[in-house]
Every structure is written in C-alpha cells, then in structure tokens.
C-alpha cells in the first residue's frame, strides 16, 4: 500500500538537544511538505520541497532544518534555536504542487523538557 | 493575524440531520479553498475543494458553498453519519490548485450523535 510513513509516533527530547523526525513516502510524489500544529491551532508551514535537492522555507521556518536528497524522503531536524518546539508535526505529500490534494502522515508527537 | 477563521471551535448535530461548519478568510487574493477531515491520532484527509470560478462543489453527501462577496465558505453535510465526527479543516490559498502555500483555519471539531 501507498503512503507516507512518519516515525516514530511519538518523540522525547531534552531542551538543548537537536531532534530529526522522519517522513517517507512511497507514492511517487514530487513535492513535499512539514506542517506543524499546536492544540488548538490551524496547521503552520514550516518548510516545503518541489523537487529533489530543492527547499523553501514556509510561514515558520526558523528553527528548523531540511533536507531532499531522495524523492521518498523529506526528514525535518527540529534544532535547540527553535523556541517552542513541543508540537505535533505533519508531514504531507503531493504528485505536484498543483491541482493535487495534500496526502498526510500520521504525525509525530514530539515533546521537549 | 488570521487569514483563515473558523469561528466555531466544536459543533454537534444529530445522525441524519445537516451538519454546517463555517469559513471565513479575510485575503482577497485567496481564490482556492479546501476542507480536510481529521481524526484523532491521524493525519489530516483531503475532502473537497471550490475556486473561486464556482460558488457550488459537491461531492455525495458533501457541498462546499463559496460567497466571494462575502469572504465566506461552508461546508454542509447530509445527512450527517457517526463517521463524519472529526476535527475539520477549512484551507485557502491564492495560487489556484497550489498547495505549497494553503492557509489553514483552527478547525472546527464536528460530533455526530446517534
């Protein structure tokens, strides 16, 4: 079966400490996305690829690296500058960037002490 | 600031009757609108999407009314089922189809009771 695959589920970290939540995708797609959402909260875009080894930063970018060096793979490092970085984070995927809905992860539940 | 509103955090309807979760957006450049469902412990599903050429989508118990006028989408659903109970998800964006830069509303959290 197609989809996007996050892990894990849930993640603990100490402040200070960088984190890399995973997101892979076996659908042949070419853009994709992390969303972040606090309770709540609407979805916020923190970054987004188009195709591989291309990225551009979203609404709330900072803090937060990526990278593309595989098309099935967009892996989001939450990094110890990220001021409020306990969250649930979504991962998303689409075949382009148009005219196709957004295919969503299960999420990862990352909590920071 | 928000651009995107759903002023109703939960709303309860009865099984079979129509259940109608609410859309503002205050950009009016936004000219493509989406509705996603959530269930708990998933990731959001896409469920319906309207630009701003049309003022009526529907697909099977699901209709999307946009009132450009009015800066303001609906979501109607009829009849309602058990299984319709989420947290819904109204999106926008001003690239029509482009899903790099939606906009996504608080959502609204839809019980269906039987």
């Known amino acids: 079966d197609g989809g996007i695959t996050q892990s894990p589920k849930y993640l603990f970290r100490k402040e200070g400490q960088n984190v890399t939540l995973s997101c892979e995708q076996n659908?042949?797609?070419?853009?994709m996305y992390w969303y972040r959402q606090d309770p709540g909260q609407g979805l916020r875009l923190i970054y987004y690829?188009?195709?591989?080894?291309?990225?551009q930063k979203g609404d709330i970018a900072e803090g937060y690296s990526v990278s593309r060096e595989k098309k099935e793979s967009f892996p989001l490092t939450v990094t110890s500058a990220q001021k409020n970085p306990t969250a649930f984070y979504l991962c998303a995927s689409t075949m382009d960037s148009y005219n196709s809905p957004l295919h969503f992860g299960n999420g990862t539940r990352l909590t920071v002490t | 600031d928000q651009q995107v509103k759903q002023n109703s955090p939960s709303l309860s309807v009865q099984e079979g009757r129509i259940s109608i979760l609410n859309c503002d957006y205050t950009n009016s450049m936004f000219d493509y609108f989406l509705w996603y469902k959530k269930y708990p412990a998933e990731g959001p599903t896409f469920l319906i999407s309207?630009?701003?050429?049309?003022d009526k989508n529907e697909d099977g118990r699901f209709t999307v009314f946009l009132n450009k006028s009015a800066k303001h989408l609906s979501l109607h659903i009829v009849p309602s089922q058990p299984g319709d109970s989420a947290v819904y998800f109204c999106a926008a964006s001003d690239v029509v189809g482009s899903q790099g830069n939606l906009i996504f509303g608080k959502g609204t959290k839809l019980s269906v009771k039987p």
């Open positions: 659908l042949n797609h070419d853009a």
């Open positions: 309207i630009s701003s050429i049309k």
């Open positions: 690829s188009q195709i591989v080894n291309d990225f």
